[in-house]
């Protein structure tokens, strides 16, 4: 069973900083390519940053400069950090996986239940 696990939303203050992390399971994590979603209400699910298999790391416009995503292959876990977060940053943020398991051959997205960031003074 696939199961994608975000974490470490919440209310933070215009600048502030806050650091999700998604922990995967039933994957073949290390060959994954994984990436960050957000969808604020009203507004369409929108892609925020991606990292490949390999380490290459790329962000939406909003973003870069402000975000960053690592991954950790041995604790098959993806993360993003958030820095001078803004109010316009606040949504629900969900991770994706664009991976293969042990028992299909084939390559399925696979999303995570998501989690809140609120950017508000």
């Known amino acids: 069973q696939v199961q994608l696990v975000e974490s470490g939303g919440g209310l933070v203050q215009p600048g502030g900083s806050l650091r999700l992390s998604c922990a995967a399971s039933?994957?073949?994590?290390?060959?994954?390519?994984m990436g960050w979603y957000r969808q604020a209400p009203g507004k369409q699910r929108e892609w925020v940053a991606g990292?490949?298999?390999?380490?290459?790391?790329n962000y939406a416009d909003s973003v870069r400069g402000r975000f960053t995503i690592s991954r950790d292959n041995a604790r098959n876990t993806v993360s993003l950090q958030m820095n001078s977060l803004k109010p316009e940053d606040s949504a629900v943020y969900y991770c994706?996986?664009?991976?293969?398991?042990?028992?299909?051959?084939?390559?399925?997205?696979?999303w995570g239940q998501g989690t809140q960031v609120t950017v508000s003074s």
């Open positions: 990292i490949s298999s390999g380490g290459f790391a």
């Open positions: 994706k996986s664009y991976a293969r398991t042990r028992y299909d051959p084939g390559w399925y997205d696979y």
């Open positions: 039933g994957i073949i994590f290390s060959s994954s390519a």
